[in-house]
């Protein structure tokens, strides 16, 4: 395989780690999709905006399947394609600019924290990159239980990659697992 011209032997992955703070700051922060995901999944967890508290095992609570669109969006396929001069050209799930930053790079001691793997490189941030997922008409399908065969459906056949474009305006109907019959 290649990318822009360059045989895969010569490239690597790339990961943007978010910092601890920029995790505490995304599932604390009152107004962010992280704080949504909490309040959905970790309402039932005692203290769960207080990171000496219930913080943690409020994320921890957050079901993997909700959980990975994050995770996937913040893992890059070509170091090549993400060096700092391309931030800008990087791209979310949806194919839309992530708008990712240099000034986003954690620094320590004055000095970006990038970490040479054997495998890839590892861009400490202090910001986390939503997913279209949770951006787009699907958030509300994914993260309310009683749709989630519509949601399987929207999977399943491939309309994510219709209902995640954000440049486009959507109105999505759907129906409850309870009202949906399927014969076989």
Same mark, same amino acid.
């Given at each position: 395989g290649t990318t822009a011209g360059v045989r895969s032997e010569h490239d690597m992955a790339a990961i943007f780690v978010p910092s601890d703070s920029a995790v505490i700051n995304y599932f604390?922060?009152?107004?962010s999709s992280g704080r949504t995901l909490i309040n959905r999944y970790g309402?039932?967890?005692?203290?769960?905006?207080?990171?000496n508290g219930g913080l943690l095992e409020a994320i921890d609570s957050i079901p993997l399947e909700v959980i990975e669109p994050?995770?996937?969006?913040?893992?890059?396929?070509?170091?090549n394609s993400s060096v700092p001069s391309?931030?800008?050209?990087?791209? !979310?799930?949806?194919?839309?600019? *992530?708008?990712? &930053?240099?000034?986003?790079?954690?620094?320590? @001691?004055?000095?970006?924290?990038v970490i040479l793997a054997n495998n890839g490189v590892v861009y400490v941030m202090n910001k986390l990159y939503n997913p279209a997922r949770y951006k787009s008409v699907i958030?509300?399908?994914?993260?309310?239980?009683?749709?989630?065969?519509?949601?399987?459906f929207i999977?399943?056949?491939?309309? !994510?990659?219709?209902?995640?474009? *954000?440049?486009? &305006?959507?109105?999505?109907?759907?129906?409850? @697992?309870?009202?949906?019959?399927?014969?076989?």
């Open positions: 604390a922060a009152a107004e309402s039932n967890v005692p203290n769960n905006d207080d990171i994050l995770v996937r969006n913040h893992m890059l396929m070509s170091f391309k931030f800008e050209n990087i791209m !979310d799930d949806a194919r839309d600019p *992530m708008k990712v &930053k240099v000034e986003d790079i954690a620094k320590e @001691d004055g000095k970006e924290k958030a509300p399908v994914m993260l309310t239980d009683t749709l989630s065969v519509f949601y399987k999977n399943d056949l491939s309309y !994510d990659q219709y209902l995640l474009s *954000m440049g486009n &305006k959507f109105s999505l109907v759907v129906s409850a @697992d309870n009202e949906i019959v399927y014969y076989a």
